[in-house]
Protein backbone atom coordinates (compact mmCIF):
# COMPACT_ATOMS: atom_id res chain seq x y z
CA UNK A 1 0.00 0.00 0.00
CA UNK A 2 1.05 3.83 -0.89
CA UNK A 3 0.09 6.44 1.40
CA UNK A 4 0.45 10.32 0.79
CA UNK A 5 0.74 12.31 4.45
CA UNK A 6 -0.24 15.98 4.51
CA UNK A 7 0.46 18.09 7.24
CA UNK A 8 3.21 15.95 8.36
CA UNK A 9 5.06 18.22 10.64
CA UNK A 10 2.03 18.86 12.51
CA UNK A 11 1.11 16.99 15.59
CA UNK A 12 -0.67 14.47 14.20
CA UNK A 13 1.27 14.32 10.98
CA UNK A 14 4.71 13.95 13.64
CA UNK A 15 2.71 11.48 15.57
CA UNK A 16 1.87 8.96 12.13
CA UNK A 17 5.72 9.34 11.09
CA UNK A 18 6.36 7.17 14.61
CA UNK A 19 3.53 4.77 14.20
CA UNK A 20 3.76 3.77 10.47
CA UNK A 21 7.52 3.01 10.98
CA UNK A 22 5.97 -0.43 12.61
CA UNK A 23 4.51 -0.67 9.68
CA UNK A 24 6.97 -1.84 7.14
CA UNK A 25 5.10 -3.15 4.38
CA UNK A 26 3.47 0.10 4.02
CA UNK A 27 5.57 3.27 1.79
CA UNK A 28 4.52 6.38 3.04
CA UNK A 29 5.53 9.87 1.81
CA UNK A 30 4.93 12.93 3.89
CA UNK A 31 4.61 16.49 3.24
CA UNK A 32 4.41 19.51 4.52
CA UNK A 33 3.52 23.27 3.10
CA UNK A 34 7.32 23.29 2.03
CA UNK A 35 7.25 20.23 0.32
CA UNK A 36 3.25 20.86 -1.17
CA UNK A 37 0.83 23.54 -1.46
CA UNK A 38 -2.21 22.06 -0.52
CA UNK A 39 -4.15 25.29 -1.54
CA UNK A 40 -2.57 24.87 -5.02
CA UNK A 41 -4.81 22.75 -7.44
CA UNK A 42 -1.65 22.80 -10.00
CA UNK A 43 0.88 21.61 -7.18
CA UNK A 44 -1.17 19.00 -6.17
CA UNK A 45 -2.34 17.10 -9.46
CA UNK A 46 1.60 17.52 -10.05
CA UNK A 47 2.40 15.52 -6.91
CA UNK A 48 -0.64 13.01 -6.95
CA UNK A 49 0.48 12.68 -10.60
CA UNK A 50 4.07 11.00 -9.48
CA UNK A 51 2.87 8.04 -7.68
CA UNK A 52 -0.16 5.82 -7.70
CA UNK A 53 -1.49 6.46 -3.91
CA UNK A 54 -3.90 4.18 -2.59
CA UNK A 55 -4.66 6.60 0.60
CA UNK A 56 -4.51 10.18 0.97
CA UNK A 57 -4.39 10.98 5.01
CA UNK A 58 -4.52 14.89 5.20
CA UNK A 59 -3.46 16.22 8.66
CA UNK A 60 -2.89 19.69 7.23
CA UNK A 61 -5.36 22.42 9.12
CA UNK A 62 -5.64 26.25 10.49
CA UNK A 63 -5.98 25.65 13.69
CA UNK A 64 -5.42 28.86 15.71
CA UNK A 65 -8.34 28.59 16.48
CA UNK A 66 -8.65 32.62 18.11
CA UNK A 67 -6.25 34.16 15.17
CA UNK A 68 -9.54 32.12 12.31
CA UNK A 69 -12.15 34.84 13.77
CA UNK A 70 -10.42 37.62 12.42
CA UNK A 71 -8.26 35.54 9.79
CA UNK A 72 -11.10 33.69 8.21
CA UNK A 73 -9.39 34.02 4.66
CA UNK A 74 -6.54 32.01 5.21
CA UNK A 75 -8.86 29.98 7.75
CA UNK A 76 -10.94 28.94 4.64
CA UNK A 77 -8.55 28.64 2.05
CA UNK A 78 -6.54 25.57 4.44
CA UNK A 79 -9.58 24.15 6.32
CA UNK A 80 -12.17 24.25 3.24
CA UNK A 81 -10.48 25.29 -0.18
CA UNK A 82 -8.00 23.04 -0.11
CA UNK A 83 -9.87 19.74 1.14
CA UNK A 84 -11.45 20.75 -2.23
CA UNK A 85 -8.38 20.49 -4.41
CA UNK A 86 -7.52 17.24 -2.52
CA UNK A 87 -10.49 15.56 -2.52
CA UNK A 88 -11.38 16.55 -6.04
CA UNK A 89 -7.60 15.14 -7.26
CA UNK A 90 -7.89 12.28 -5.48
CA UNK A 91 -11.04 11.50 -6.52
CA UNK A 92 -9.50 11.59 -10.18
CA UNK A 93 -6.77 8.78 -9.26
CA UNK A 94 -9.08 6.53 -7.31
CA UNK A 95 -7.25 7.64 -4.26
CA UNK A 96 -8.81 7.00 -1.09
CA UNK A 97 -9.07 10.02 1.32
CA UNK A 98 -9.27 10.08 5.35
CA UNK A 99 -9.46 13.73 7.47
CA UNK A 100 -9.45 14.71 10.51
CA UNK A 101 -12.20 17.52 11.71
CA UNK A 102 -12.89 19.02 15.38
CA UNK A 103 -15.17 19.12 18.18
CA UNK A 104 -15.76 22.64 17.16
CA UNK A 105 -17.98 21.72 14.76
CA UNK A 106 -20.48 21.46 17.08
CA UNK A 107 -21.83 23.92 19.65
CA UNK A 108 -20.60 22.68 22.93
CA UNK A 109 -24.24 23.07 24.90
CA UNK A 110 -24.89 19.10 25.60
CA UNK A 111 -24.34 18.95 29.32
CA UNK A 112 -26.25 15.16 29.32
CA UNK A 113 -24.12 12.88 26.62
CA UNK A 114 -20.97 13.23 24.34
CA UNK A 115 -22.46 13.76 20.75
CA UNK A 116 -22.47 11.47 18.78
CA UNK A 117 -21.78 11.13 14.78
CA UNK A 118 -25.99 12.02 13.98
CA UNK A 119 -25.71 15.07 16.05
CA UNK A 120 -26.78 18.26 14.11
CA UNK A 121 -23.25 20.48 13.62
CA UNK A 122 -23.64 24.25 14.71
CA UNK A 123 -20.08 25.52 14.51
CA UNK A 124 -20.17 28.96 16.58
CA UNK A 125 -16.44 30.19 15.24
CA UNK A 126 -14.67 30.18 12.28
CA UNK A 127 -12.62 27.57 13.11
CA UNK A 128 -15.35 25.07 13.16
CA UNK A 129 -16.98 26.87 10.43
CA UNK A 130 -15.02 26.21 8.16
CA UNK A 131 -13.60 22.87 9.53
CA UNK A 132 -17.52 21.88 8.97
CA UNK A 133 -17.28 22.95 5.20
CA UNK A 134 -14.10 21.44 4.45
CA UNK A 135 -15.85 18.04 5.93
CA UNK A 136 -19.04 19.09 3.69
CA UNK A 137 -16.54 19.60 0.62
CA UNK A 138 -15.06 16.55 0.87
CA UNK A 139 -17.94 14.41 1.28
CA UNK A 140 -18.98 15.68 -2.10
CA UNK A 141 -16.41 14.70 -4.11
CA UNK A 142 -15.56 11.70 -2.32
CA UNK A 143 -18.51 10.19 -0.43
CA UNK A 144 -16.54 6.77 0.56
CA UNK A 145 -14.01 9.17 2.26
CA UNK A 146 -13.23 8.40 5.98
CA UNK A 147 -13.48 11.60 8.69
CA UNK A 148 -12.26 11.64 11.99
CA UNK A 149 -13.92 14.03 14.26
CA UNK A 150 -11.04 14.17 17.42
CA UNK A 151 -10.64 16.88 19.90
CA UNK A 152 -7.97 18.75 22.51
CA UNK A 153 -4.71 17.46 20.65
CA UNK A 154 -1.52 17.07 22.40
CA UNK A 155 1.85 15.40 21.95
CA UNK A 156 5.35 15.87 22.63
CA UNK A 157 6.08 17.37 19.84
CA UNK A 158 5.03 20.85 18.52
CA UNK A 159 3.07 23.54 20.45
CA UNK A 160 0.05 22.22 22.63
CA UNK A 161 -1.56 22.76 26.06
CA UNK A 162 0.56 20.40 27.69
CA UNK A 163 4.14 21.85 26.43
CA UNK A 164 2.86 25.59 27.35
CA UNK A 165 1.53 23.77 31.18
CA UNK A 166 5.27 22.61 31.40
CA UNK A 167 6.93 25.58 30.30
CA UNK A 168 4.58 27.57 32.75
CA UNK A 169 5.33 25.18 35.42
CA UNK A 170 9.39 25.70 34.93
CA UNK A 171 8.67 29.42 35.39
CA UNK A 172 6.80 28.97 38.80
CA UNK A 173 4.13 31.47 37.91
CA UNK A 174 0.66 31.13 39.27
CA UNK A 175 -1.62 30.23 36.77
CA UNK A 176 -5.49 30.41 36.20
CA UNK A 177 -7.15 27.83 34.23
CA UNK A 178 -10.59 27.57 33.28
CA UNK A 179 -12.74 24.69 34.88
CA UNK A 180 -16.37 25.67 33.16
CA UNK A 181 -14.98 23.93 29.66
CA UNK A 182 -15.17 19.85 29.75
CA UNK A 183 -14.00 17.17 27.19
CA UNK A 184 -11.45 14.76 26.44
CA UNK A 185 -7.52 15.26 26.29
CA UNK A 186 -6.54 13.07 23.09
CA UNK A 187 -3.27 12.19 22.82
CA UNK A 188 -2.05 12.62 19.12
CA UNK A 189 0.01 9.63 19.46
CA UNK A 190 -3.20 7.42 20.43
CA UNK A 191 -5.00 8.72 17.57
CA UNK A 192 -1.78 8.44 14.93
CA UNK A 193 -1.97 4.16 16.39
CA UNK A 194 -5.93 4.23 16.01
CA UNK A 195 -5.59 5.23 12.22
CA UNK A 196 -2.64 2.61 11.68
CA UNK A 197 -5.11 -0.45 12.93
CA UNK A 198 -8.38 1.13 10.54
CA UNK A 199 -5.76 0.95 7.36
CA UNK A 200 -4.13 -2.23 8.69
CA UNK A 201 -7.30 -3.82 9.82
CA UNK A 202 -8.18 -3.94 5.71
CA UNK A 203 -11.92 -3.07 6.77
CA UNK A 204 -12.57 0.27 4.95
CA UNK A 205 -16.11 2.14 6.21
CA UNK A 206 -16.79 5.51 4.89
CA UNK A 207 -18.10 7.59 7.15
CA UNK A 208 -17.42 10.52 10.01
CA UNK A 209 -16.28 8.55 13.32
CA UNK A 210 -15.04 10.50 16.58
CA UNK A 211 -11.83 9.66 18.66
CA UNK A 212 -10.60 10.80 21.73
CA UNK A 213 -9.23 9.43 24.75
CA UNK A 214 -11.14 8.19 27.11
CA UNK A 215 -12.91 9.84 30.12
CA UNK A 216 -13.56 13.37 31.12
CA UNK A 217 -12.02 16.66 32.18
CA UNK A 218 -12.14 20.28 32.34
CA UNK A 219 -8.63 22.35 31.01
CA UNK A 220 -8.19 23.00 34.80
CA UNK A 221 -8.23 19.00 35.69
CA UNK A 222 -5.73 18.63 32.59
CA UNK A 223 -3.13 21.04 33.89
CA UNK A 224 -3.68 19.65 37.27
CA UNK A 225 -2.58 16.48 36.07
CA UNK A 226 0.12 17.83 34.04
CA UNK A 227 1.57 19.12 37.35
CA UNK A 228 1.42 16.16 39.40
CA UNK A 229 2.67 13.72 36.38
CA UNK A 230 5.35 15.85 36.06
CA UNK A 231 6.09 16.68 39.90
CA UNK A 232 5.97 20.41 39.71
CA UNK A 233 4.58 22.15 42.57
CA UNK A 234 2.65 24.89 40.32
CA UNK A 235 0.01 27.09 41.88
CA UNK A 236 -3.32 26.77 39.48
CA UNK A 237 -6.74 28.64 39.92
CA UNK A 238 -9.72 27.39 38.75
CA UNK A 239 -11.73 30.14 36.59
CA UNK A 240 -14.89 30.68 34.33
CA UNK A 241 -14.54 31.36 30.70
CA UNK A 242 -15.88 34.47 31.36
CA UNK A 243 -12.89 35.28 33.07
CA UNK A 244 -10.59 34.12 30.01
CA UNK A 245 -10.64 37.02 27.06
CA UNK A 246 -10.40 35.32 24.01
CA UNK A 247 -11.23 36.31 20.54
CA UNK A 248 -13.30 32.82 19.58
CA UNK A 249 -16.11 31.09 22.36
CA UNK A 250 -14.91 27.81 23.26
CA UNK A 251 -17.64 25.21 23.29
CA UNK A 252 -18.30 24.42 26.93
CA UNK A 253 -19.24 21.00 26.45
CA UNK A 254 -17.54 18.82 23.61
CA UNK A 255 -17.27 15.16 24.59
CA UNK A 256 -17.09 13.06 21.66
CA UNK A 257 -19.17 9.28 21.40
CA UNK A 258 -16.51 6.87 20.60
CA UNK A 259 -18.92 4.28 19.64
CA UNK A 260 -18.97 3.86 16.47
CA UNK A 261 -15.72 4.11 15.65
CA UNK A 262 -14.44 1.17 18.37
CA UNK A 263 -16.95 -1.07 17.36
CA UNK A 264 -15.96 -0.85 13.49
CA UNK A 265 -12.78 -1.24 13.99
CA UNK A 266 -12.33 -3.22 17.25
CA UNK A 267 -10.41 -0.27 19.00
CA UNK A 268 -9.28 -0.25 22.60
CA UNK A 269 -8.77 3.40 23.61
CA UNK A 270 -6.69 4.28 26.31
CA UNK A 271 -7.59 6.38 29.12
CA UNK A 272 -6.33 10.25 28.61
CA UNK A 273 -4.25 10.50 32.36
CA UNK A 274 -2.56 7.27 31.30
CA UNK A 275 -1.58 8.70 28.34
CA UNK A 276 -0.85 11.86 29.19
CA UNK A 277 2.04 10.20 31.74
CA UNK A 278 3.14 8.52 28.69
CA UNK A 279 3.95 11.85 26.43
CA UNK A 280 5.10 13.74 29.85
CA UNK A 281 7.55 10.77 30.55
CA UNK A 282 8.52 10.77 26.76
CA UNK A 283 9.27 15.31 26.66
CA UNK A 284 11.04 14.84 30.26
CA UNK A 285 13.37 11.59 28.77
CA UNK A 286 14.31 14.14 25.67
CA UNK A 287 14.62 16.71 27.43
CA UNK A 288 17.18 15.15 29.91
CA UNK A 289 19.15 13.58 26.44
CA UNK A 290 19.14 17.00 25.05
CA UNK A 291 20.47 18.63 28.70
CA UNK A 292 23.63 16.25 28.32
Not at 24 to 53: C, G, N
Not at 153 to 177: A, D, I, S, W
Not at 260 to 269: A, E, G, H, V
Request: hydrophobic share 35%.
Amino acid sequence: MKILVTGADGQLGSSLKKAFSSYPEIEVDYTDADTLDITSREDVAAYLSKKSYDLLINCAAYTAVDKAESDALTATKINTEAVGILAAEAKKRHTRVMHFSTDYVFPGDHTCRPYNEHDEPDPHTIYGRTKLDGEAILKSFCPDAIIIRTAWLYCENGHNFVKTMLEKGRQNVPLRVVCDQIGTPTYAGDLATAVCEIISSGKWCPGIYHFTNEGVASWYDFAKAIFRIAEMPAEVAPCMSYEYASAARRPLYSLLDKTKIKKTYSLKIPYWEDSLQRCIEKIMRTESITAK
